[in-house]
């Protein structure tokens, strides 16, 4: 079965620097995407970025654009997000999530096409 764990959350000053991992587990093919989403107390869930794993293509929010970079290692289905220069509206739990229909199409940061979700992993910066 597919399973989505994600790790590297924590506390961190502005300016510096979090590695988020997701692992995904349970996949018989390439032929899918890893989005991670972010929350924060009294705000809309927002995309921030996602990669497809078959081609490695990729998709960032605006917000975090320059920031953020996005990678994969197919051969231990783990995508890392890089955070670098974050700031204190970075500050939410962040979740990683599989699209199973991309085999056509790139991923996007639309919730709604993403199939199975991670636990999510609180990230937190302040001074």
């Known amino acids: 079965q597919l399973q989505l764990v994600e790790s590297g959350g924590g506390l961190v000053q502005p300016g510096g620097s979090l590695r988020l991992s997701c692992a995904a587990s349970?996949?018989?093919?390439?032929?899918?995407?890893i989005g991670w989403f972010r929350q924060a107390p009294g705000k809309e869930r927002e995309g921030v970025s996602c990669?497809?794993?078959?081609?490695?293509?990729?998709n960032y929010a605006d917000s975090v654009k320059g920031r953020f970079t996005i990678s994969r290692d197919n051969a231990k289905n783990i995508v890392t997000l890089q955070m670098n220069s974050l700031k204190p509206e970075d500050t939410a739990v962040y979740s990683c999530?599989?699209?199973?229909?991309?085999?056509?199409?790139?991923?996007?940061?639309?919730?709604?096409?993403?199939?199975?979700w991670g636990q999510g992993t609180q990230v937190t910066v302040s001074s």
């Open positions: 349970g996949f018989t093919s390439n032929y899918y995407a």
């Open positions: 999530a599989t699209d199973l229909g991309v085999r056509f199409r790139l991923c996007d940061l639309k919730g709604a096409q993403y199939d199975y």
């Open positions: 990669i497809k794993m078959s081609t490695g293509s990729t």
